[in-house]
């Protein structure tokens, strides 16, 4: 599997964007998905997941009510759209996929990276 992660640009705080994750491969709907992100200087960090069929998805707390993970399996495409935006936010944003319908928090356990896309958000 490959993922292309897309999206990322330099936005104002309080407001939004939308990242998406293309993916190759026939069998889009048998992974699960996640987006994490790492700031300058700091560990990767969780920050939501989605199940293959799109209906269980966990959120990290820094995020939740904020952001909302999606995915479309007809398009290969897993989606991030992030509203009211913090500068806090500012990282470099990775999807990863996981050889499992069941989503889950911990990074290692992804099975795909994709390559990132920057986040800035001024304050």
């Known amino acids: 599997v490959q993922l292309q992660a897309s999206g990322g640009g330099t936005v104002q705080a309080g407001g939004s964007l939308r990242l998406s994750c293309a993916a190759s491969g026939r069998t889009f709907s048998s992974y699960s998905m996640g987006w994490f992100r790492q700031a300058p200087g700091k560990e990767r960090e969780f920050v939501a997941a989605?199940?293959?069929?799109?209906?269980?998805?966990y959120y990290a707390d820094s995020v939740k009510g904020r952001f909302t993970i999606s995915r479309d399996n007809a398009k290969n495409t897993m989606y991030l759209q992030m509203n009211g935006l913090k500068p806090e936010d500012t990282a470099v944003y990775y999807c990863a996929a996981r050889i499992s319908w069941k989503p889950v928090v911990a990074g290692d356990e992804y099975d795909y990276w994709g390559q990132g896309t920057l986040v800035t958000v001024s304050s």
């Open positions: 989605i199940g293959g069929a799109g209906i269980r998805t």
